[in-house]
């Protein structure tokens, strides 16, 4: 009988592309995922993927089992779902994935208030910026700025974060807006809506640094670095910063709270999704709508 194991690892091979991609998104080693993949193929005796020198590439029939293998793979998971759903009681670990700006931001302090809440709930709560699967298991509960298409999944707007312009009050050009000095986002988001917001405003003027994250956005401002984009939330509550405003567009990101159909009325899931909707809520720069 085949291994749900090999076949895991089979999947991870195909999806990634290399033996070492898959190996990473596994979280095993390089001569594991081999050894799987060759224990699949010696026990249905076919070949499934040609190992080239840079990659692996399925041939015909690997691309045939690999189509049997994401069915197998959904059924896993959702029989995991269902298993989960089964658990009433107020315990367990639950999985919240959301934006790094707001775990960093607004949803780790507010910890001991669920903790006390829900002293039995264990909440993993994962910074992500990338998109997670609900339906491979990879989070039981997410939060994102675009919504989410994944089916199965139950979406809902819990409000919206704005941005605005802001530099340290002792920034030296303040008063010049000519000489203003940006700092943006890196190449990971080199396409975000935010990214072309703020490149739009400083037209022609020179960006002198490019960061990854809000977090490193807002030491940077407060070291007088130069002006950027921070989401009101955060530049609002720090009072070694001004908001600056040059006719600047009005800019804001949605913000989706997103859970599988087959979770969304499991109590301790129920008390996470509870849990991200009063913190939004307490902020009176979101705007829950």
């Given at each position: 009988m085949v291994d749900w194991?090999?076949?895991?690892?089979?999947?991870?091979?195909?999806?990634?592309?290399?033996?070492?991609?898959?190996?990473?998104?596994?979280?095993?080693?390089?001569?594991?995922?081999?050894?799987?993949?060759?224990?699949?193929?010696?026990e249905l005796d076919v070949k499934l993927v040609d190992r080239l020198p840079r990659s692996c590439r399925l041939t015909s029939l690997g691309r045939q089992v690999f189509e049997r293998a994401l069915e197998m793979e959904t059924s896993a998971h959702s029989i995991a779902r269902l298993a989960k759903a089964a658990h009433v009681p107020l315990f367990g670990r639950i999985t919240l994935s959301a934006p790094p700006v707001l775990v960093t931001h607004l949803l780790t302090e507010r910890l001991t208030?669920?903790?006390?809440?829900?002293?039995?709930?264990?909440?993993?709560?994962?910074?992500?910026?990338?998109?997670?699967?609900?339906?491979?298991?990879?989070?039981d509960v997410a939060v994102r700025f675009v919504r989410p298409d994944e089916t199965g999944s139950v979406t809902r707007k819990i409000g919206t974060m704005a941005f605005g312009l802001y530099a340290h009050?002792?920034?030296?050009?303040?008063?010049?807006?000519?000489?203003?000095?940006?700092?943006?986002?890196?190449?990971?988001?080199?396409?975000?809506?935010?990214?072309?917001?703020?490149l739009g405003i400083a037209g022609g003027r020179?960006?002198?640094?490019?960061?990854?994250?809000?977090?490193?956005?807002?030491?940077?401002?407060?070291?007088?670095?130069?002006?950027a984009a921070l989401p009101c939330f955060i530049g609002e509550r720090d009072r070694d910063l001004v908001r600056i405003e040059e006719g600047a567009p009005y800019?804001?990101?949605?913000?989706?709270?997103?859970?599988?159909?087959?979770?969304?009325?499991?109590?301790?899931?129920?008390?996470?999704?509870?849990?991200?909707l009063a913190v939004v809520s307490d902020y009176p720069n979101l705007a829950v709508r």
């Open positions: 194991e090999d076949i895991r690892h089979f999947l991870a091979v195909a999806q990634s592309g290399t033996l070492s991609g898959a190996a990473r998104g596994l979280k095993v080693d390089h001569a594991t995922v081999s050894r799987r993949l060759a224990a699949l193929e010696a208030r669920f903790r006390a809440e829900y002293p039995d709930i264990r909440l993993s709560l994962s910074a992500q910026a990338q998109r997670v699967s609900l339906s491979r298991r990879e989070a009050r002792s920034y030296a050009h303040l008063a010049a807006p000519e000489r203003w000095e940006f700092i943006a986002w890196d190449q990971t988001f080199a396409d975000t809506p935010a990214q072309s917001w703020l020179p960006v002198v640094c490019e960061l990854t994250y809000s977090s490193e956005h807002l030491i940077a401002v407060r070291a007088g670095v130069g002006v800019f804001a990101r949605d913000i989706w709270l997103v859970v599988h159909g087959d979770l969304q009325k499991t109590p301790a899931v129920r008390a996470v999704m509870d849990f991200v």
